[in-house]
C-alpha cells in the first residue's frame, strides 16, 4: 500500500467503493428477460420455525426483479379449513413477469385424520415428483446462460425452481430420501434448486446440498391457539 493509498484508506469515497453496489442507493428498473451468471447450487431450508416457504418466495421474487425465469412447486399445499381458497402469494406471484406456480398437494394434511384420504396424498406426492422431473428435462434442454421467455412455460426451461415443502412429503412418508437425491444428481448444473419442509434434519441432504439452513422457533402464535392469519401465513 502506498501513501496515498493509505491517506484515502478511511475516506467516505472508498469506503463506499468497497461496499456492494459501490455505495450507489439502489432504485427499481423495469423488468427484462435476463440470465444468472452463478446459479447452480442446492439450497434447503427445514426446521420447526415459520419462514421456510416465505424465505423461497422472497429468493424467487429476487430472482425474478432480475428476469430470471422462475418457478415455484408447492407440494402439499393443497388447502385446509384454516386458509382461504386464494393466497397472498399466489396474487403477487400473478403480478410479477418471470414467476409461475402450481399447486399439487392434497385437501387437507396427510397423518392428521382430517378427514382427508392419505392414500390421495401419496398420489399428489409421486404425482409431483413427476411434475419436477418434466420441469427439469425441460431446463436441461434449455440454455440455462441465456435469457429465458419470461411468459414461457416452465418445462421450456427455468434458471430457479423451488420445491415447496417436499422435504415434509419425505418426512410424511410420501417420498422417499433416495427420490430427492436424484432430483439432485439429474438437475442440470446451472439450475439453481431450492428445498423447503420438514421438521426433522434432513441429514440426508448434508453432502448434497449446498446451504442447508434450520429455521428453528423460539416462540409461535399458534403454540397460544392463533391459526394462520391472513397476510401472513396466506
Do not use: C
Not at 463506499?16 to 442446492?42: H, K, M
Amino acid at each position: 500500500m502506498t501513501d496515498s493509498d493509505d491517506a484515502t484508506a478511511g475516506t467516505p469515497a472508498e469506503t463506499r467503493r468497497r461496499t456492494p453496489g459501490g455505495g450507489v442507493r439502489p432504485s427499481a428498473t423495469d423488468i427484462e428477460p435476463a440470465a444468472p451468471a452463478e446459479f447452480g447450487l442446492v439450497q434447503a431450508w427445514w426446521g420447526d420455525g415459520k419462514g421456510k416457504t416465505t424465505a423461497s418466495l422472497g429468493m424467487a421474487f429476487r430472482a425474478a426483479g432480475h428476469g430470471y425465469r422462475v418457478h415455484v412447486l408447492q407440494f402439499l399445499k393443497g388447502g385446509a379449513d384454516s386458509v382461504e381458497g386464494v393466497r397472498g402469494e399466489y396474487n403477487a406471484i400473478a403480478a410479477v413477469p418471470g414467476i409461475s406456480y402450481e399447486n399439487t398437494g392434497h385437501y387437507g394434511w396427510h397423518g392428521l385424520l382430517d378427514g382427508s384420504d392419505d392414500d390421495e396424498h401419496h398420489a399428489k406426492a409421486r404425482g409431483a415428483l413427476e411434475r419436477t422431473r418434466e420441469i427439469m428435462n425441460g431446463a436441461a434442454d434449455a440454455d440455462l446462460t441465456a435469457p429465458l421467455d419470461l411468459d414461457g412455460d416452465p418445462t421450456d426451461g427455468v434458471h430457479l425452481l423451488v420445491l415447496d415443502e417436499i422435504l415434509y412429503a419425505v418426512e410424511q412418508d410420501l417420498l422417499a430420501e433416495a427420490d430427492v437425491l436424484d432430483l439432485i444428481d439429474e438437475k442440470p448444473d446451472t439450475l439453481e434448486l431450492v428445498l423447503t419442509g420438514s421438521h426433522s434434519e434432513p441429514t440426508y441432504l448434508l453432502d448434497a446440498a449446498d446451504l442447508v439452513t434450520e429455521v428453528r422457533k423460539v416462540k409461535h402464535p399458534f403454540d397460544a391457539g392463533v391459526r394462520a392469519r391472513k397476510g401472513t401465513e396466506y
